[in-house]
């Protein structure tokens, strides 16, 4: 009796835990599939909806419990909407219900994702994250063990290269990007995009890691235009070198005692992260990056082409000790179908097209586009076209 119980329970045991465990419901129609509402949840993740793919994968799930693709696609809703412990909880999970090579390769690549996702605040201006390399060295194991099931796999190279990007390690990043456009598989013109970006950024050469960071936004603020010509340019520097000094030679009584001058500065940056680039702006005063009468700097504000070129323009001028160039093109006539000669900003604008610093945002149509806001990898690549100017 004993020798048949033992296994009698076992059994029992197995049943309940069965029984407990999650049941599936009945679809309603014939689309009511978890295939479909996986596919339908992916769409969503990629119009970067994650609420509404959250839905579609839920459904997939009450009807198929153990689809491990629909809790691999869960943990990337939950990614986009920052709760990376419950994403990273369904990676798990779905790791457990993998079966298939191509289930296994979809979490694989869920991982990298999901740890490129959680670290987006790397990328955020004044974040340094150059000691956290735990979850880049995460990344690449899982992105090892995606093309050992499929090196062709053009998802697992593109998301392997936002990594790379995400870690401004640009180099690495076009590789990932050019195997994707080598593959000419899915992701192809997202990877060209990509690819392109990480390209200008590599020509632009920034040299510090505040410059790297700036060379991703899609459009800088006034924030980043100091910090890219304090750090970038070395403005200060280069206005010792090139400026004349100015010596104050007027009598000072020997008892006299002296006043420091304080530095000046503006009522709504003492928070910011890059507060001693923007002080250092103020002190050398370059056009365009003023402080506003009421005291504010607006470091939130975004730059334009026409403001960018002012400001190139200003240090320009004082640099080279060329004050002609303030007024050279006045009363001439506008190269651009998109800038009048009475714009307060045509001068700068054509001082620096005409040196070749800047050009029209559109080849085809001819247009400027001063109006229109500076990314950061042009900003970038304009200030190295001042650098070779100023060597010339």
């Known amino acids: 009796m004993k020798r048949l119980m033992i296994p009698f329970a076992i059994i029992m045991a197995l049943s309940m835990i069965i029984a407990c465990g999650p049941k599936a419901v009945k679809p309603v129609s014939e689309m009511d599939t978890p295939e479909h509402h996986f596919y339908t949840g992916m769409k969503m993740i990629d119009q970067n909806r994650p609420q509404e793919a959250q839905v579609s994968f839920d459904r997939a799930l009450k009807l198929a419990p153990k689809f491990s693709k629909a809790h691999a696609g869960l943990a990337l809703a939950y990614a986009y909407l920052g709760n990376f412990t419950e994403a990273f909880k369904k990676l798990d ?86 195997k994707v456009l080598e593959l000419k598989g899915e992701l192809t013109n997202e990877a060209d995009i990509q690819w392109k970006l990480v390209q200008d950024i590599q020509r632009a050469m920034p040299g510090t890691y505040t410059g790297k960071k700036i060379a991703l936004v899609e459009k800088i603020t006034r924030a980043d235009a ?22 104050d030679t007027s009598f000072k009584a020997p008892d006299q005692p002296s006043k420091a001058t304080p530095k000046p500065t503006a009522n709504d940056i003492a928070d910011h992260p890059l507060r001693l680039d923007m002080e250092g702006i103020i002190e050398l005063g370059v056009r365009g990056l003023e402080v506003f009468p009421d005291g504010k700097f607006l470091p939130n504000d975004y730059v334009t082409r026409a403001g960018y070129a002012m400001m190139i323009e200003d240090i320009l001028i004082k640099v080279t000790g060329d004050q002609s160039l303030a007024t050279k093109f006045i009363g001439s006539t506008s190269t651009f179908p998109d800038l009048r000669s009475d714009l307060p900003y045509f001068n700068a604008v054509m001082v620096v097209t005409s040196r070749g610093i800047m050009q029209a945002k559109s080849l085809t149509s001819g247009e400027f586009a001063p109006l229109d806001p500076v990314s950061g990898v042009e900003a970038l690549l304009i200030i190295k076209k001042f650098r070779e100017e100023l060597k010339f």
Request: with cysteine; net charge positive.
């Open 226 to 247: 100091a910090a890219l010509f304090m750090e970038e340019l070395k403005i200060d520097t280069l206005y010792k070198k090139r400026t004349l000094k100015t010596f």
């Open 93 to 178: 999970t779905a790791w457990d219900y993998a079966k298939t090579d191509d289930e296994k390769l979809f979490v694989h690549i869920g991982y990298i994702r999901v740890n490129t996702m959680s670290k987006a605040a790397c990328t955020k201006i004044g974040v340094d994250c150059r000691q956290d390399t735990a979850w880049l060295d995460k990344t690449k194991s899982e992105f090892k063990k995606a093309i050992a099931i499929d090196p062709k796999s053009s998802a697992a190279y593109y998301y392997m290269g936002l990594a790379y990007k995400n870690a401004l390690d640009f180099a690495e990043a076009g590789q990932m990007f050019a």
